[in-house]
């Protein structure tokens, strides 16, 4: 079992930066995968960015790729989303999760556990 909390969301300008953090509870973080994944209002889950149990590889979605960046702490059981260039597309609520396999996953069902999600809003 994994608990995960997100923090760091807030409202920012078109062109900030935000950095989003992703708490886990328990002693196994590193074996598991984490994934960013992203809602807007009356718009499905989409995923944002993953990366390996030791981050060694990382992937992302075609809209934030060269803006956003995922890595881990894993002595401090925390996943991390820097986000750069932002625009009010961004817009959403943001989410991390915790994937048990090695394969890389970009859909949400993939992922076992959730966070509550941390909301980010891009004014223009």
């Known amino acids: 079992q994994v608990q995960l909390v997100e923090s760091g969301g807030g409202l920012v300008q078109a062109g900030d930066s935000l950095r989003l953090s992703c708490a886990a509870s328990?002693?196994?973080?590193?074996?598991?995968?984490m994934g960013w994944f992203r809602q807007a209002p009356g718009k499905e889950r989409e995923f944002v960015a993953r990366?390996?149990?030791?981050?060694?590889?990382?992937n992302y979605a075609d809209s934030v790729k060269d803006r956003f960046t995922i890595s881990r702490d894993n002595a401090k059981n925390t996943v991390y989303l820097q986000m750069n260039s932002l625009k009010p597309e961004d817009t959403a609520i943001y989410y991390c999760?915790?994937?048990?396999?090695?394969?890389?996953?970009?859909?949400?069902?993939?992922?076992?556990?959730w966070g509550q999600g941390t909301q980010v809003t891009v004014s223009s």
């Open positions: 999760a915790a994937d048990r396999t090695p394969v890389v996953h970009t859909t949400p069902r993939a992922y076992d556990y």
């Open positions: 328990g002693r196994t973080f590193s074996s598991y995968a």
């Open positions: 990366i390996s149990r030791v981050g060694g590889s990382t």
